[in-house]
């Protein structure tokens, strides 16, 4: 049946849905992957029964949340948690987020899934807090990770951009969280598309100056740094800082708009993965990792290259509010009963960006059952006054 979908411009297009889906995601999954590490960001389903709003405490169904990242372990991927796709510092406080941590950590370890969780200093809430406080935050939460049995990834800190004064400040503040750290961590630099409050991380809005301070943290603990997770959009650059890194220290792409060329690689090496956009893309990601397993990077290459469209559509600016088409797509695609997020994200995208959401995920077959992603798009639709 033919869906009226609306465009930026008000207009109407008739859109014919397909009727089945991907040939992949009806596969089993296969082994372990073992030519790259794969993260996949999670997103949060909200509890839409709550009696909370935007300024309110999260609400989380936590049955429906653990149930996708069982959906993710089963595919093969990890689970990068409590991170920007699962709305930290967006409508999940620390408070929830530890809570997170903890429920996701267990459910791997029964499950046999890898995890790892995104240390922050979000329990701050005044924005004068002394480079002690935000050295104090990060070690409240490093030690909720660590406790939990997950891999820590120290984030970026709003508290921390708003404070220090320059790089020495950035070198003081990680040196100490690395000499401390149990085990090796990720190292996360978010830029300021995703967090506008990270501008001049690092030290210095300079690229090149920033790049150079974050270098000279891993260099002095490269036994304490796993890897970092780059989330610039920016190829070449993520290019040229991954061939500067010690040797056993991996480049975890966050490149929601080059991931495959990245991941992929060539004769200047090649990025693992923790990626945002692998949240609807998860079962197909994963074969895809496996075709590459094989060596064909030419068939990885075509399984992934058609999904750049939907992930550079979805992570658009204000790049921030990606998270939104992310629970649009896992709502349409049966992961979840409804299309609620915490802190009512669920408003921050147009009609027409969602429309155009669902239409490029259907053409590209993402949907287990595309009659039921048919009939909510329908009802979405009508709730907003198209007619159908």
């Known amino acids: 049946m033919t869906l009226h979908l609306p465009d930026a411009h008000g207009a109407l297009r008739a859109y014919e849905p397909r009727s089945e889906p991907l040939p992949t995601l009806r596969a089993t999954p296969g082994s372990a992957f073992t030519s790259r590490t794969v993260f996949s960001a999670a997103h949060v389903v909200a509890d839409p029964y709550a009696d909370t709003g935007p300024d309110g405490p999260a609400a989380v169904d936590w049955d429906a949340t653990l ?103 950035y070198l003081e503040v990680y040196g100490h969280l690395l000499r401390q750290a149990a085990e090796p961590v990720i190292l996360h630099w978010l830029g300021p598309m995703f967090d506008p409050a990270l501008e001049g991380y690092w030290g210095s809005s300079d690229l090149d100056t920033a790049t150079d301070t974050f270098l000279e943290v891993i260099a002095a603990h490269p036994d304490k740094v796993d890897g970092i997770k780059v989330s610039l959009l920016d190829a070449r650059r993520e290019v040229d800082l991954r061939r500067r890194l010690p040797q056993g220290v991996r480049c975890y792409t966050g490149d929601d708009f080059n991931y495959p060329e990245l991941i992929a690689g060539g004769d200047q090496g090649f990025s693992h ?35 750049v469209e939907l992930s550079r559509h979805l992570f658009q600016a204000p790049t921030r509010y990606y998270k939104t088409g992310v629970v649009l797509l896992a709502w349409l695609a049966g992961h979840q009963s409804h299309f609620t997020m915490v802190g009512g994200l669920q408003s921050a995208r147009s009609l027409p960006h969602l429309a155009r959401a669902y239409e490029l995920a259907d053409g590209l077959g993402l949907f287990p059952d595309p009659k039921l992603a048919e009939e909510r798009m329908r009802n979405l639709l009508s709730l907003y006054g198209v007619n159908q």
């Open 67 to 169: 149930a996708f990242r069982r959906h993710l372990w089963s595919h093969g991927l990890g689970v990068a948690e409590a991170m920007d796709t699962a709305q930290r510092g967006m409508g999940l406080d620390w408070a929830t987020a530890a809570e997170l941590i903890r429920r996701s950590a267990a459910e791997a370890r029964a499950t046999g899934g890898r995890i790892a969780c995104g240390v922050g200093t979000d329990q701050l809430t005044t924005t004068t807090a002394s480079l002690a406080e935000v050295r104090s935050a990060y070690e409240e939460q490093l030690a909720v990770v660590e406790e939990s049995g997950a891999q820590a990834i120290l984030m970026a800190s709003r508290a921390l951009a708003a404070t220090a004064q320059g790089p020495d400040d």
């Open 273 to 307: 993965a923790l990626l945002g956009i692998f949240d609807p893309l998860g079962p197909l990601a994963a074969e895809a990792v496996r075709v590459l397993d094989t060596g064909d990077t030419d068939g990885f290459r075509a399984l992934l290259d058609p999904t």
